[in-house]
């Protein structure tokens, strides 16, 4: 059973710093593209960012480009973002995908939340 | 970048009715579109990709049709498990990848 969990998500203050983590499980990781898509409070879904399995290819939102990072780790089956210089607005469940351009398995999701 | 819009925001379908979702994507996205599902609370469901095809363990009450630039999710038979509210998003032409405001189904 494919299995995506997200942690690191929490509360910080505008400009600070977080790293999400997306530990996979149930599938061959390293065989597979890799996203992460967001969803503000009562709002609908965001694509941000996504990377192919060899870290070859990396394409970002526009809004998050220069401020996030996304990486991988196929020996540790798990895909992260880091984020910088947070926004009020990129305040959102962000949500794990196993995904190239459509998904198919999502995680849970973790909060972020950027307010002073 | 293609901007996909949804209609209408709200559709209120008693249950057992047939329900019709429209999206349009700003310029052609051949059949590269996807629809999903999303519950209070959970994670989106992946139902149609290709524009038609039901993702594994869909049921086919559920079915989606279009090409270029218009598109449709019709629900066939409404049960109350299909409350909800549904994106579509574009894989045509990226990045971005984007979706739909989305459109929320509820009882009437």
């Known amino acids: 059973e494919v299995q995506l969990v997200e942690s690191g998500g929490g509360l910080v203050q505008p400009g600070g710093s977080l790293r999400l983590s997306c530990a996979a499980s149930g599938f061959t990781f390293s065989n597979y593209w890799m996203s992460w898509v967001r969803q503000a409070p009562g709002k609908g879904l965001e694509w941000v960012a996504n990377m192919k399995q060899d870290e070859s290819e990396k394409y970002y939102l526009d809004s998050v480009k220069g401020r996030f990072t996304i990486s991988r780790d196929n020996a540790k089956n798990s895909l992260y973002l880091q984020m910088n210089s947070l926004r009020a607005e990129d305040t959102a469940v962000y949500y794990c995908?196993?995904?190239?351009?459509?998904?198919?398995?999502w995680g849970l999701g973790t909060l972020v939340t950027v307010s002073s | 970048e293609i901007v996909m819009t949804q209609s209408p925001a709200t559709l209120s379908v008693s249950p057992g009715e047939r329900a019709t979702l429209s999206c349009r994507a700003s310029?052609?996205?051949?059949?590269?579109l996807a629809w999903y599902q999303q519950k209070p609370g959970q994670a989106p469901r992946l139902l149609i990709y290709g524009a038609s095809t039901r993702a594994t363990g869909i049921p086919a009450r559920f079915s989606g049709s279009g090409s270029g630039t218009d598109f449709t999710l019709t629900i066939s038979s409404l049960q109350s498990e299909d409350f909800a509210v549904y994106y579509c998003q574009q894989y045509n032409n990226w990045p971005p990848l984007t979706f739909g405001p989305g459109t929320k189904v509820d009882i009437k």
């Open positions: 310029q052609s996205i051949t059949n590269k």
């Open positions: 995908a196993r995904a190239m351009d459509f998904v198919v398995f």
